[in-house]
Nanobody, 127 residues
């Protein structure tokens, strides 16, 4: 059973950075595409970034605009989201996701593609 666990969230000021991490205790991450979504209070869940199983291909939401970087280290069974130049509107719960149906596949901006979701990590950006 895949259990995704996020970490690295916190409270920062506008303009600062955070690095989110995601792992799975069963060491099942390294052949599947993964991604990050977020949900702010009172708003719909939205796509942030996705990465292929190898890490060679990435996708980003338009609002990222070069501020966030998704990466993975398959040897360490880890995925990351580097959040730079944070804005108050980036405040949300960030979720790690994994698509177990597409071994060696690409990531996607569609939430329906992802079969496993973590519980999320809170990112709060003060102005």
């Amino acid at each position: 059973q895949v259990q995704l666990v996020e970490s690295g969230g916190g409270l920062v000021q506008a303009g600062e950075s955070l690095r989110l991490s995601c792992t799975d205790s069963e060491r099942t991450l390294n052949t599947f595409p993964m991604g990050w979504f977020r949900q702010a209070p009172g708003k719909e869940r939205e796509f942030v970034a996705a990465i292929s199983w190898s890490g060679e291909d990435t996708l980003y939401a338009d609002f990222v605009k070069g501020r966030f970087i998704i990466s993975r280290d398959n040897d360490r069974n880890m995925m990351y989201l580097q959040l730079n130049s944070l804005k108050p509107e980036d405040t949300a719960v960030y979720y790690c996701v994994l698509d177990s149906a597409r071994t060696y596949g690409l990531g996607s901006p569609s939430a329906r593609q992802y079969t496993y979701w973590g519980r999320g990590t809170q990112v709060t950006v003060s102005s």
